[in-house]
């Protein structure tokens, strides 16, 4: 009877766990969706015989030779082939006149239908998986390294640029993410997907600075802070040999956060059609639900890989900050 009260938590504990590890399965599986995203979805085969002429990975080197070639074309010139799951783009239209917002399987090599263009949602979707990681990670570690610099400066020196920083961290954080980004995003007269990364990256940053100028102000009366300024050794010295290691996790937390944080901000403007990008979105598919409220598939697989990419991301962040935190543990 002496082990029942400690059988909640260590319930709890177990089921913590194993949310955890199959949250990091989830995300390892988006992770090779958008690595391989063109193994799973092209329009060009993985290997192939055409013209006499032996093609391998022509579906990641796209080859001008290839591409300038119709489908028809390069199906009545091929020998043999090695096809993707799907043999669509993301951008790829059917031409067939009965391929038009088609539900699942309901016409041959579509398994999840295709949208109001004929384009083949599957392919859409594996490709905007990829998108949306690399966009979201590029715009983390760029938000990631400017809360650095800026929190550290503001911490190490003081004074001017303490206030400086603290008061830009400030004005940015009054405003919710996605409204600044909007606002953003309106006031350019054509805002393009880089316009996009730069809000997004906008946004970000201060979570972070605020962070590290908290850690380096923390720090900065520890002994070995005060023996190394003893021995002569620089501001910058300090911060990137002694201050930056030693909140490296809560940084990684902060950036494991932040990618399904810039995935949702990234869909929702896709799905309001002012992202400014023009590859595949799983916002943009969704959109066109709108259009077609029959098309329930629109919705549907794009909804349910967003979700679920969302809540395994930030049980992983969730993770990554009980890892260095033993209060989450």
Same mark, same amino acid.
Request: aromatic share 8%; proline share 6%.
């Given at each position: 009877?002496?082990?029942?009260?400690?059988?909640?938590?260590?319930?709890?504990?177990?089921?913590?766990?194993?949310?955890?590890?199959?949250?990091?399965?989830?995300?390892?599986?988006?992770?090779?969706?958008?690595?391989?995203?063109?193994?799973?979805?092209?329009?060009?085969?993985?290997?192939?015989?055409?013209?006499?002429?032996?093609?391998?990975?022509?579906?990641?080197?796209?080859?001008?030779?290839?591409?300038?070639?119709?489908?028809?074309?390069?199906?009545?010139?091929?020998?043999?082939?090695?096809?993707?799951?799907?043999?669509?783009?993301?951008?790829?239209?059917?031409?067939?006149?009965?391929?038009?917002?088609?539900?699942?399987?309901?016409?041959?090599?579509?398994?999840?239908?295709?949208?109001?263009?004929?384009?083949?949602?599957?392919?859409?979707?594996?490709?905007?998986?990829?998108?949306?990681?690399?966009?979201?990670?590029?715009?983390?570690?760029?938000?990631?390294?400017?809360?650095?610099?800026?929190?550290?400066?503001?911490?190490?020196?003081?004074?001017?640029?303490?206030?400086?920083?603290?008061?830009?961290?400030?004005?940015?954080?009054?405003?919710?993410?996605?409204?600044?980004?909007?606002?953003?995003?309106?006031?350019?007269?054509?805002?393009?997907?880089?316009? +996009?990364?730069?809000?997004? #990256? $906008?946004?970000?940053?201060?979570? %972070? /600075?605020?962070? !590290?100028?908290? *850690?380096?102000? =923390?720090?900065?009366?520890?002994?070995?802070?005060?023996?190394?300024?003893?021995?002569?050794?620089?501001?910058?010295?300090?911060?990137?040999?002694?201050?930056?290691?030693?909140?490296?996790?809560?940084?990684?937390?902060?950036?494991?956060?932040?990618?399904?944080?810039?995935?949702?901000?990234?869909?929702?403007?896709?799905?309001?059609?002012?992202?400014?990008?023009?590859?595949?979105?799983?916002?943009?598919?969704?959109?066109?639900?709108?259009?077609?409220?029959?098309?329930?598939?629109? +919705?549907?697989?794009?909804? #349910? $890989?967003?979700?679920?990419?969302? %809540? /395994?991301?930030? !049980?992983?962040? *969730?993770?990554? =900050?009980?890892?260095?935190?033993?209060?989450?543990?």
């Amino acid at each position: 009877m002496s082990a029942m009260p400690g059988m909640p938590f260590e319930g709890s504990h177990a089921v913590r766990a194993r949310s955890r590890a199959l949250a990091m399965l989830v995300a390892a599986f988006f992770v090779l969706v958008a690595i391989f995203a063109d193994m799973l979805a092209s329009d060009l085969p993985i290997a192939c015989k055409t013209q006499g002429h032996v093609w391998l990975f022509p579906n990641v080197t796209q080859p001008a030779a290839l591409t300038a070639m119709s489908r028809e074309e390069r199906e009545r010139e091929t020998t043999w082939s090695i096809r993707p799951l799907v043999s669509w783009g993301p951008q790829t239209i059917d031409e067939r006149p009965e391929a038009v917002l088609r539900g699942p399987w309901a016409i041959s090599g579509h398994p999840l239908g295709t949208d109001r263009s004929a384009r083949d949602v599957f392919a859409r979707l594996v490709h905007g998986t990829r998108s949306y990681l690399v966009f979201a990670l590029a715009a983390v570690m760029v938000s990631l390294t400017f809360g650095v610099i800026f929190g550290g400066a503001a911490g190490m020196f003081g004074g001017a640029s303490d206030a400086l920083v603290s008061r830009a961290v400030e004005t940015i954080s009054a405003f919710p993410s996605l409204v600044l980004v909007l606002g953003i995003m309106a006031a350019v007269p054509r805002p393009t997907l880089t316009t +996009l990364f730069g809000a997004i #990256a $906008l946004t970000r940053w201060p979570e %972070v /600075a605020r962070l !590290v100028r908290a *850690e380096v102000m =923390r720090v900065a009366t520890r002994d070995y802070v005060m023996s190394a300024r003893a021995l002569g050794a620089s501001p910058m010295r300090i911060l990137r040999k002694h201050v930056v290691p030693n909140m490296r996790g809560q940084v990684t937390a902060l950036g494991a956060f932040g990618v399904p944080a810039v995935i949702l901000v990234e869909a929702s403007l896709d799905f309001l059609r002012i992202g400014g990008g023009e590859g595949a979105s799983w916002g943009e598919t969704m959109s066109e639900f709108r259009d077609a409220p029959h098309a329930w598939w629109l +919705l549907a697989f794009p909804g #349910a $890989l967003l979700f679920v990419m969302i %809540v /395994a991301m930030n !049980v992983v962040g *969730e993770a990554r =900050r009980a890892s260095y935190d033993p209060r989450g543990r």
